[in-house]
């Protein structure tokens, strides 16, 4: 019968930690779990007291944020920390675990990969775990793909419970204030007279047969803002106005959505998903007749 033995590899990484080595610690929380709050102050202690307590250790820096793990453009201090890898002033990383590290799993076993190739190691703790290992590879891929399972999982409970606010007309994407709006004060969307009357004359124009280009010279001159505070209005924004359900007191829900979880970039829905109108949903500004009479003869601007 064969005999098969397995030879460890001639080098621990254990004899890192007798090494002179500039070493940093990420730590984050995630900003969707309120229970966490306390956490990321226990993991900077807890690494600020590991890289004191081993006099050959010189501390790169504890990098800690609350931030969701799926993206790296929404952490700031985990771009700051691979920035000071690549300037080559640090040589090992520790970090409580895979899922802390990030969940997007080709992101990750790529952003890994670059890491050993500029000679950074990488302390998982919580999974034991050492980037540069043989052995974990195999492991690494299977831990990312079952952070980001669960990524995934969490996302699809938050759109189900999104749904379900928006099939009762609870949801609080209804209150949404825009142009001409503001907030009562039992919290429902009323009536903001002053950008009332700016609105009621916008589609008083348009049905008249005023251009877009018109509508916009007339606020310009009139020097009304735009709402996000810009001296011109946009032909897009003028549009976009005059085409919103709300000024007729109706609420038209999930008009957009995500498609790509982990791009987080919303997308018009046309037809892909449900939509939700709630009629009635607040005080009207315009009336429906107007409403549809500007709808409905649209016309491309030049």
């Known amino acids: 019968m064969r005999k098969v033995t397995e030879i460890l590899p001639a080098q621990s990484h254990r004899p890192m930690e ?12 995630s900003t969707e779990l309120e229970e966490q ?50 300037k080559k002033r640090i040589d090992l990383i520790l970090t409580k675990s895979i899922s802390r590290f990030g969940r997007n799993t080709l992101d990750m076993l790529r952003l890994l990969q670059d890491l050993r190739g500029l000679g950074v190691e990488v302390y998982f703790e919580q999974e034991d775990m050492w980037l540069n290992e043989q052995r974990i590879q195999i492991l690494l891929t299977a831990y990312c793909a079952l952070a980001q399972a669960e990524s995934e999982d969490m996302s699809r409970n938050i759109k189900w419970g999104i749904k379900r606010g928006f099939e009762k007309g609870t949801s609080g994407y209804a209150e949404f204030v825009c142009f001409g709006y503001k907030r009562g004060d039992d919290g429902r969307l009323a009536i903001d007279e002053p950008d009332a009357k700016i609105v009621r004359k916008m589609f008083e124009m348009r049905a008249a047969g005023s251009s877009l280009g018109a509508i916009s010279k007339w606020l310009h001159e009139s020097k009304i803002p735009s709402p996000t505070g810009k001296p011109h209005w946009s032909r897009e924004t003028i549009s976009k106005l005059l085409r919103n359900e709300k000024y007729v007191g109706d609420v038209l829900l999930q008009k957009t959505f995500i498609a790509d979880l982990f791009s987080g970039k919303q997308v018009k829905n046309q037809g892909e998903l449900e939509r939700f ?22 016309e491309i601007d030049p």
Do not use: D
């Open 277 to 298: 109108l709630i009629q009635e949903h607040h005080p009207a500004i315009v009336s429906r007749e107007l409403f549809e009479t500007v709808n409905q003869a649209r």
């Open 18 to 29: 007798l090494r002179h080595l500039r070493v940093a610690a990420y730590c984050r929380v």
């Open 37 to 86: 709050t306390s956490s990321i102050e226990l993991q900077e202690r807890h690494y600020s007291q590991l890289l004191s307590s081993n006099p050959n250790w010189e501390s790169a820096g504890i990098f800690a944020e609350r931030a969701t793990g799926l993206s790296t453009k929404e952490r700031p201090e985990f771009r700051r920390m691979i920035a000071q890898c690549r």
